[in-house]
């Protein structure tokens, strides 16, 4: 069974630049989040789904962050302009319904770098 | 004050030691607690969850949770090199389920 799948692995930018992130959740998962590590930190929740819908997005930086879910399946996390305090690790992870005793499998992430 | 605090080391230990990692809470509304480990480069992958007070075992990890002190433990026994990583502790809210993490405990276990 194919686990999260994110790309890029890796991306560097300049400030002021647009920059977007794609996630391919396990097949049959129903919710899907968007998280994002700083150096040295835990993961922080930016937004999640449930199918199509954003349950939470309470976190994410509106102004300059947007997500979609597209048919529930795949997601992209965009960032338009991106400011240097955006580089950090992008991590997507899914679930099947998540009740407390379900695990959130995470994607390897994308390292973002902005310049 | 963080919901969940976490001493974020580094911790190095001889191969073979026994290693205790540490994680405390605010919240008494959290019901659910896990523990997920990083590698390098990697994402969490989920190790422990329990959701009562107590003691859990899975191999050479035991989790342990004390809700009246607010204070979760991962023990690790006769460590080894590939248990190297980053060991995230995490919660769970009842209702709405936000999972909340710690920052995160690095482990390096030195053959």
């Known amino acids: 069974e194919a686990g999260v799948v994110q790309s890029p692995r890796y991306k560097i930018i300049e400030k002021k630049q647009p920059v977007a992130f794609w996630c391919n959740p396990i097949s049959g998962h129903n919710t899907l989040y968007w998280y994002r590590q700083n150096l040295g930190q835990g993961p922080e929740l930016l937004i999640r789904y449930e199918n199509e819908e954003a349950v939470d997005d309470s976190q994410l930086p509106k102004d300059r962050f947007s997500a979609e879910r597209l048919k529930g399946v795949d997601s992209t996390l965009k960032i338009q302009p991106a400011e240097l305090g955006d580089s950090a690790v992008y991590l997507c992870?899914?679930?099947?319904?998540?009740?407390?005793?379900?695990?959130?499998?995470f994607g390897s992430g994308t390292q973002l770098s902005v310049l | 004050q963080k919901e969940v605090e976490q001493d974020p080391g580094p911790l190095s230990v001889p191969e073979g030691a026994i290693v205790s990692l540490n994680c405390t809470y605010s919240?008494?509304?959290?019901?659910?607690f896990m523990w997920y480990r990083q590698y390098s480069r990697k994402g969490p992958e989920l190790l422990m969850y329990t959701y009562s007070s107590g003691n859990k075992e899975d191999g050479r990890f035991t989790a342990q949770v004390d809700k009246s002190s607010k204070y979760i433990s991962l023990f690790i026994r006769d460590s080894q090199p590939s248990d190297s990583a980053t060991y995230l502790c995490a919660t769970v809210s009842g209702g709405y389920q936000k999972v909340t993490f710690g920052t995160g405990t690095k482990l390096q276990v030195i053959p």
């Open positions: 919240n008494s509304a959290f019901q659910y």
């Open positions: 992870a899914s679930s099947q319904e998540f009740y407390g005793d379900e695990k959130l499998f």
